[in-house]
């Protein structure tokens, strides 16, 4: 006989691959009001890797990332050492060593990728927060972060200008103005 407990974990990559598909679907609709339709359709396809969808099912929790749950156990988390290093919409991407000062340091992102940051926040702020989603959530997650000297400051201001902005006006005038931006 089969115990619960192993019941419920063989369901977990179930549960994972259909949490990551729904994430991925959300930032292609952001991404294509976004006017980068094409980004939205290469975003995050490294979490169906083994290096990342294997970590992300054994760590599954359906409220937030897999990666917080491996952190808090490991004290890092190696599927997203993986993810970070390969997408390059996470700010952390965008760090590199400088040799003037001989210090790791923040590298502005190109616009389009401020962009699909944005797309992916929002995409996930509706996917583990459901039905009490607000336009504020993307920001107050942003908040976790802000002013840490953790991304480039043109790309901070950026992507808080656009949080600010969705949680002020909303998605239609936040991704009518994006449209504006040059990519």
């Not at 749950?69 to 993986?82: D, K, Q, V």
């Not at 909303?170 to 040059?182: P, Q």
Request: charge should be positive; proline fraction near 4%.
């Amino acid at each position: 006989m089969i115990e619960y407990k192993a019941v419920i974990k063989m369901a977990y990559p179930i549960k994972h691959f259909l949490t990551i598909t729904k994430h991925r679907h959300k930032v292609i609709a952001n991404c294509a009001r976004a006017g980068i339709l094409w980004q939205g359709l290469m975003h995050d396809l490294s979490k169906y890797s083994f290096a990342e969808f294997v970590p992300g099912a054994k760590f599954f929790q359906g409220t937030r990332s897999p990666n917080e749950r491996e952190r808090e156990i490991y004290g890092c988390s190696r599927a997203w050492m993986h993810h970070k290093g390969r997408n390059r919409h996470h700010y952390e991407y965008w760090n590199d060593y400088n040799p003037k000062t001989k210090q790791i340091e923040n590298v502005e992102m190109p616009v389009k990728y401020v962009i699909e940051m944005f797309c992916d926040r929002v995409a996930a702020s509706k996917i583990y927060n459901g039905k009490s989603y607000r336009d504020s959530d993307p920001f107050e997650y942003f908040g976790r972060i802000r002013g840490k000297h953790r991304m480039h400051p043109n790309t901070e201001a950026l992507l808080e200008k656009l949080l600010i902005m969705l949680r002020d006006e909303g998605e239609e005038k936040t991704f009518a103005y994006i449209r504006t931006l040059k990519k």
